[in-house]
């Protein structure tokens, strides 16, 4: 039997976010391919079980963030090594001594700069780059991929990367061969959004009464925490051209900075902020499309659950998943900081009606597809490691 150990920097998914829930995803699925699946976390991320998946919280001593950083890079994989010596190790963050990387977070130099930058001016961006460079933490960050990229070009290891976007962000940051960087995208379980006309139908009708929709009007979602981040700023500032479209706001975050450029643009009445949810899959499966002009996504899990939910996309080429969404799916931005352009997307989305429903689902990708992909290159690695680990 296969024996996979997947090391996560965080598991639950109730401090997270669409990292958390893949990874989970991923670990069921490698389960019902026949693996045998250890599932590596720090104790106070592990989240709930998983049937099928043997979960291993390890504790931790550290508690400044760059010790804590530095910890978890060593211990989940002298752990693993230590509980399933024949095991193939697989790092799904800034984890040290794995056989194969896959990091959920794809790579922290490109993230650093899209986070510093978003909701800043040019020098406002470069002054908070600077800033966040100097944490204790970001050096650890970066030494870790370094080590992995030096690794990787020895043959120690092999680094996968979640989309053609980290492939090439592999290259630029840290002088990874394209060649040698297979890619592995996340997948959805297809059956959570396989909903009868009458559960999509009360899903409409509640997504509705949460935007307070008026006859003839669409509604659309943002789902994401890191507010700007995921261009949320951009999803209002399109929303003074759009002809009758409201946006209703899922996730964790402050409200109060949106709510005022809403009311600065004369928009406020079409924003909604109803708060994080358990019920995603269900309210997303009631929305007329999905928003996500994001500054930095690896390979966005909620743009893949949109199109297993029947419901189409606008999406930025900053973001990972945007390489699979066809035509029929939706819409990849050039320049999502043009409010027209990303209003004209919205416009015609919402016009589409049931053909949407059938281009998005076309479009989307299982989970089961991801995980044998992933077996396929755990079996091609060498069986003896060239190095015994951290």
């Given amino acids: 039997m296969t024996e996979v150990a997947l090391l996560a920097e965080a598991l639950d998914p109730a401090r997270g976010g ?5 990874i989970r995803a ?4 490698l389960a019902r ?10 104790a106070d991320r592990l989240g709930p079980p998983l049937a099928g998946v043997e979960l291993a919280g390890v504790e931790l001593a550290s508690r400044s ?14 752990r693993a090594r230590s509980d399933a010596p024949r095991a193939t190790l697989v790092a799904l963050g800034k984890i040290l001594g794995a056989d194969l990387v896959w990091s959920h977070g794809g790579v922290h130099a490109a993230s650093r700069r899209a986070s510093a930058q978003a909701g800043r001016s040019r020098a406002g961006g470069l002054l908070a780059r600077a800033a966040r460079a100097l944490r204790p933490v970001e050096s650890v960050f970066d030494s870790i991929e370094r080590a992995n990229a030096e690794s990787a070009a020895r043959g120690e290891l092999r680094i996968v990367a979640l989309s053609e976007r980290v492939r090439r962000d592999l290259a630029d940051f840290h002088g990874c061969d394209p060649s040698q960087v297979p890619i592995v995208r996340n997948g959805i379980d297809l059956s959570r959004f396989d909903l009868s006309p009458e559960e999509r139908s009360r899903a409409r009708e509640e997504l509705g009464r949460l935007a307070k929709k008026a006859p003839g009007e669409s509604v659309a979602a943002f789902v994401g925490h890191a507010f700007f981040l995921k261009g949320l700023d951009r999803a209002i500032r399109s929303l003074g051209h759009v002809k009758r479209s409201k946006l209703v706001v899922f996730g964790r975050g402050d409200a109060r900075p949106f709510l005022e450029l809403a009311r600065a643009l004369g928009v406020p009445d079409r924003v909604f902020f109803p708060g994080d949810t358990t019920d995603l899959d269900r309210l997303l499966a009631g929305a007329d499309l999905l928003v996500h002009p994001s500054r930095y996504d690896p390979c966005s899990l909620v743009v893949l659950e949109a199109l297993a939910a029947g419901v189409p996309v606008v999406a930025s080429r900053a973001d990972g998943s945007s390489e699979i969404v066809g035509k ?12 027209r352009e990303l209003a004209s997307r919205i416009d015609e989305l919402a016009s589409r009606g049931e053909a ?7 479009s989307a990708r299982s989970i089961e597809a991801c995980a044998h992909e992933l077996l396929e290159i755990v079996a091609s690695r060498p069986r003896e490691r060239v190095k015994a680990g951290p």
């Fill in 18 to 22: 669409g990292a958390e829930r893949a």
């Fill in 33 to 42: 391919a026949g693996a045998r699946v250890l599932l590596y976390a720090p």
């Fill in 328 to 339: 029929e799916a939706g819409f990849v931005l050039e320049n999502p900081d043009d409010p």
């Fill in 26 to 29: 991923t670990a069921r699925a």
């Fill in 65 to 78: 963030r760059a010790g804590r950083a530095r910890e978890v890079s060593l211990e989940l994989s002298r």
């Fill in 356 to 362: 949407s429903l059938r281009g998005a689902r076309a």
